[in-house]
């Protein structure tokens, strides 16, 4: 059983302005000259040190080269600068279990799950290093009660679980399974800015604005000709049609969409009260924060940012009585970061209010 480091792949989201870099400093590595990959990697970070793809880049080749000291004080600085991607605190602790440092290792894949609570890769890490824990202890056991019977057979069967195929008489594999890379996006560089002072990937373009929320559409009001009165007559006039009326499922779907939307502004607005406010009581904060350490924690990432853009794409919200799912493709920028992803609300009505009750990235 190895935990799973987030790797190198061709599904790497770049920009087009920085895309070759970032191939060419992939594929060195692929090909196993990885002295040239970090000469290629420095050379680019000393004109944008802040880069946070190709620094994520540099710690894996670091790593597969077995620069390991190395590649922890890369992922070390990464988690510093960008606490928003999960993905850096994952390798760290990938770095750690290596050295049997598994405090350290666990202490990282929560603050992985706590950044994102939808991220597999680093709950199946964190089950991993437990075991490891597990095994640790269990091993201390027996070593000062040799005469304890129960311990040995949960050791053996935890180290069962670390090597399956020796239990069969097989060769266990060496190579760790490798997952999916992280959703950072490099920002394109727009002909007529320069870089920022703290040198970023690149001057960030600025995005289209936040849609504002739907509302609904004002309806005209037609202009009636009004005619002689007609001539009395037995036969009554046809009764007109009843106007249509919106069912209350449509209404529910329109305020729930609105509720999305207005949180959206207030986050980008940098409104951190009207952000809040978008919370329900019944609100699970991601890993085992409390709910006002997780409120201080936003409250600090919204302040401490200087410009924030969001942009939400392709939004479907179905309604099931008094609760709503929002789905949607958030973009995501502020500062020197641009990240994309998946993100799925759970709403829940309260009174007139449709308030966020759990939040998850998929």
Known sequence: MSLRLV?????????????????????????????????????????KPRDPQMRFIKGVVQRDSGKTSEAIA?????????PELPEPYNNLAVLYAGQSQFDKARTALEMAIRTNPSYTTAHENLGDVYAKLASQAYGK???????????????ALIRELFNPALAKGQRPASTPAVTAPPQVLAAATPPTKAPPTLAPPAAVKPPPSLPAAAGPAATPVATVAVAAAPAASSTPPPSAPAPAVPSPS???????????????RAWAAKDVKGYLAAY???????????RSAWETERRQRIGGKSKITLKLDNLTVSVNGDKAIAKFRQDYKADALAVSSRKTLDLVKSGDRWLIVRESVN
Do not use: C, I, M
Request: hydrophobic letters at 45%; glycine letters at 4%.
């Open 7 to 47: 790797a190198l792949a061709a599904t790497l989201v770049f920009s087009t302005a920085h895309a070759d870099d970032y191939s060419d400093v992939s594929q060195l590595a692929r090909n196993g000259k990885f002295n040239e990959a970090l000469a290629k990697a420095d050379q680019y970070l000393a004109g």
């Open 74 to 82: 890369t992922f070390t600085r990464l988690t510093e600068d960008y």
């Open 141 to 155: 056991a027996l070593q000062l009660d040799a005469s304890n019977t129960a311990v040995a057979p949960k050791l």
């Open 250 to 264: 449509a209404n529910a779907s329109k305020d729930a969409e609105a509720a999305v939307r207005a949180w959206a």
């Open 280 to 290: 329900g009581k019944e609100f699970d904060p991601p890993g085992n924060a409390s």
